[in-house]
């Protein structure tokens, strides 16, 4: 088995999850939070994808389907336009509401199309290409690719526990 494959079968379980924690949920469930400073469902789905579209987008040279397939004015979010959540304050995480969760599935699923497209077509050199000079040691695409995937896994977990404790509260 390639390391690409790995990634795609990594990347198609997020995708799974990101369904499982969203369809089916009234946006009410998808915007609450469970207090003051924490993040709803529907931020943290917002967030892994927006990151990973941030991230693939870099990596891969491809714009971001945020921008590029109308995203962006279809969340119509009080937000910078580029935002990704990444060190977002209270305020600005309760400005990411949703009326349906398929507007979140949506996104995800054009992000991770446009993913998955990528990384069809690496080679195992690929992996070792200089992505992020900012870090000591540098960023390389294979080590990119594993932290835009673990930190999608994390979101979606969250994700996943955020909903429970919601719907726990309301029942």
Same mark, same amino acid.
């Given at each position: 088995m390639h390391a690409k494959d790995i990634l795609i079968d990594g990347f198609n379980r997020i995708l799974e999850e990101v369904h499982a924690a969203v369809e089916g949920v009234t946006p009410d469930v998808l915007n609450a939070r469970p207090a003051? /400073?924490?993040?709803? *469902?529907?931020?943290?789905i917002w967030h892994l994808t927006r990151v990973q579209d941030d991230h693939m987008a870099d990596a891969s040279g491809l714009d971001q389907v945020w921008l590029t397939q109308g995203w962006e004015k279809?969340?119509?979010?009080?937000?910078?336009?580029?935002? @990704?959540?990444? !060190?977002?304050?209270?305020?600005?995480?309760?400005?990411?509401? *949703?009326?349906? !969760? /398929?507007?979140? @599935?949506? #996104? #995800? /699923?054009a992000v991770h199309e446009q993913s998955l497209q990528f990384l069809r077509g690496l080679t195992a050199k690929d992996f070792e290409r200089i992505v992020d000079e900012r870090w000591d040691p540098p960023v390389s695409l294979g080590v990119?690719?594993?932290?835009?995937?673990?930190? /999608?896994?994390?979101? *979606?977990?969250?994700?996943? #526990?955020?909903?429970?404790? *919601?719907?726990?509260?309301?029942?």
């Open positions: 003051a /400073d924490a993040n709803s *469902v529907s931020w943290l279809r969340f119509g979010l009080d937000l910078p336009r580029t935002a @990704t959540g990444y !060190g977002h304050s209270a305020a600005q995480v309760a400005k990411v509401r *949703v009326g349906s !969760g /398929d507007l979140l @599935t949506g #996104y #995800y /699923d990119r690719l594993v932290s835009v995937l673990s930190d /999608d896994l994390q979101h *979606v977990g969250q994700a996943a #526990y955020v909903r429970g404790l *919601v719907q726990s509260a309301a029942a």
